[in-house]
Nanobody, 126 residues
Framework: VQLQASGGGLVQAGGSLRLSCAASGRTFSTYAMGWFRQAPGKEREEVAAISWSSGSTYYADSVKGRFTISRDNAKNTVYLQMNSLKPEDTAVYYC????????????????????WGQGTQVTVSS
C-alpha cells in the first residue's frame, strides 16, 4: 500500500488543522492505521492509532482531548483532526499502516507498522 499524507501547514497556537492520509490499494479497510510525529532532534513518537473498524482508538497522553483520529474506508483515507494546537506539536507528521486480521486491533508502536507515508510538516507558532 502507498500512503500520501497532506494537510500540514503553519498555524498559530490555539488553532486547528486536519491532516489526511490517502491510501492506495483495495484492502484499506483491513489496515490498522496510525499517526506519528517527529520533531527536529527527537525520536519519532506515536500520536494516535485506529483499528480498521474504527471501533478502537489510541491517543498519546500529550494529545488526548485535543486530537481526533478517524477514517473513511470508502475513501481509503484516515484523518487526524488537531485542535488547540501548541508550539510543542510542531513536527513532521507521518501516517502508517499495517494489515491486521482483527477489526478491533490498533498499534501504538512504530515498530508494528509496515507502510509509511512521506510526512507533512505542521508548524505551530506561539
Amino acid at each position: 500500500v502507498q500512503l500520501q499524507a497532506s494537510g500540514g501547514g503553519l498555524v498559530q497556537a490555539g488553532g486547528s488543522l486536519r491532516l489526511s492520509c490517502a491510501a492506495s490499494g483495495r484492502t484499506f479497510s483491513t489496515y490498522a492505521m496510525g499517526w506519528f510525529r517527529q520533531a527536529p532532534g527527537k525520536e519519532r513518537e506515536e500520536v494516535a492509532a485506529i483499528s480498521w473498524s474504527s471501533g478502537s482508538t489510541y491517543y498519546a497522553d500529550s494529545v488526548k482531548g485535543r486530537f481526533t483520529i478517524s477514517r473513511d474506508n470508502a475513501k481509503n483515507t484516515v484523518y487526524l483532526q488537531m485542535n488547540s494546537l501548541k508550539p510543542e506539536d510542531t513536527a513532521v507528521y507521518y501516517c502508517a499502516a499495517r494489515t491486521v486480521a482483527s477489526p478491533t486491533y490498533y498499534f501504538s508502536s512504530k515498530s508494528s507498522y509496515d507502510y509509511w507515508g512521506q510526512g507533512t510538516q505542521v508548524t505551530v507558532s506561539s
